[in-house]
Structures are given as C-alpha cells and as structure tokens.
C-alpha cells in the first residue's frame, strides 16, 4: 500500500529559476498537475537560485539564463558543484553556440528552448532525473559541433584542458565493453536506447555508465561525450 508519504517521496523535487513571472507561474502550475512532480521554490533571478538550492536541495532545477544579478551559467555552475545529487535542466530562449555550450561546461545536464512543448518538457525532467542528459536536437547539434571544432583546433588541448572542464585525466582504463557504450552515449543514446542496441537490461548499462563516469571522474554524460571527443582526438 502506497501512503501519502512514500507518494511525497517519489516526486521529483523541482526549484524553478526563471525571471519572468508569468512564465515562472504559468510552469508551476504546469509541473504541480503531475501526480510525480512538486515545485518547493520559485527563483527570480540566478543569486536567489543558488540560495534556494543550497536550503531546499531539489531533485531538479529548471534554469533560465538570461536572468538579473547573476545568469544561468554561473548559477549553473555553482549548483552543480555544491550539490552533486540535483540535476540541472535549462529552459531558455538563448540558443547561441557559446551560450549552448558555456552551460553544458557549467553542468548542466539537458538543454531545452522555450518553444518546446509541455509533454517533452515533463519527459526530460522524467529522464533528467533517471541519470540522463537530454538536448533537443537542435542543441545537441551545436554541442556537437562545437566538440568536433575544438578536437580540430591546433590549441585543443587547452581550449579543453582538465581544469577548464572540471575534468581529470583519466586514471583507469575502460575494458571493450565500458567503451562500447561510452561510444554509445556520446552519439547521444539514452540508457534504454544502449540496453537495447547491447542486449542488457537497463539497469545493468544504469550500473555501466555510473562505472564509468566513476573511472574518468566525469559528474554528467555531456562530460564523457568531451572525454570521448578528446579520447578520439588521441587515437587520430
């Protein structure tokens, strides 16, 4: 028998940061219809973000970037390193390469624009918080893009350096299988998507990939998809 307890306990704990109220109303209401989702705070701006996370620890930060006092990145950035355990998932309307790309290095672990519709937002909270990364398709583009640039640029390597990315060199090597679906994940497959491509279940890849981002010290899997990038590099 599920209680009234155990139910609370299954939700997904979301903080929204977003400036416009309207906006931010408009996606509690939204997300508070969701018999799995509850809303504990409402931020107006990036400094009020890091503050409301840093006392309620939600599962979930639905981030805007373009925000007063302090934007989204840096928001971003400082949630991710204080609070390992939250997710952060962009909704914005800035789709510019650097944009795009500063906020996957600040931590972010999906990305989506504002014109998406509401069940695909209500997915990738879903799966956000089942350990994935999400980006539209768009967005993934140029993240990808922008790897495959810096992986040609004569100064890749500190353009990605370790400490820019908050990165370790890697200290453990991944046998034939680890790397299988490090390949995996970096064309962008989901956890179900490689169980199904390996012939696993996909709480055996869940294990695989927490391995892995174990042994490269990596905190997200848009961080493999850079050391998978600088790894192929290498190999050249």
């Known amino acids: 028998m599920i209680t009234n307890m155990s139910m609370s306990a299954l939700r997904v704990r979301i903080l929204i940061a977003e400036d416009q109220a309207l906006v ?11 018999s799995d989702m ?17 006392e309620l620890r939600p599962d979930v930060v639905l981030m805007d970037l373009h925000m007063p006092r302090q934007g989204g990145v840096a928001a971003t950035r400082e949630i991710t390193r204080a609070l390992p355990g939250t997710q952060v998932l962009v909704l914005t309307t800035l789709d510019d390469d650097e944009t795009v790309f500063e906020a996957v290095r600040a931590g972010a672990h999906g990305y989506l624009l504002k014109d998406v519709t509401e069940q695909e937002l209500l997915d990738t909270i879903r799966a956000i918080r089942r350990g994935e990364s ?18 040609e640029s004569s100064d890749y390597a500190t353009s990605v ?23 995996l994940i970096t064309d962008g497959m989901s956890n179900r998507q490689i169980a199904a491509a390996m012939f696993l279940a996909e709480g ?3 294990n695989y990939v927490s391995r892995i981002m174990e042994k490269l010290h990596a905190n997200t899997r848009t961080a493999l998809a850079v050391i998978s990038a ?7």
């Open 161 to 183: 350096s370790a400490a820019s990315l908050k990165l370790e060199p890697m200290p453990e090597t991944l046998n034939e299988k680890e790397e299988k679906i490090l390949e």
């Open 38 to 54: 509850e809303v504990v705070g409402q931020a107006c701006d990036g400094i009020e973000a890091v503050a409301m996370a840093l």
């Open 230 to 236: 600088r790894k192929r590099r290498v190999d050249l």
């Open 134 to 151: 999400r980006l539209t398709p768009q967005i993934a583009r140029k993240v990808m893009d922008q790897f495959r640039r810096l992986a």
């Open 24 to 34: 931010r109303r408009g996606t509690t209401v939204l997300l508070s219809m969701e």
């Open 204 to 206: 055996t890849i869940k």
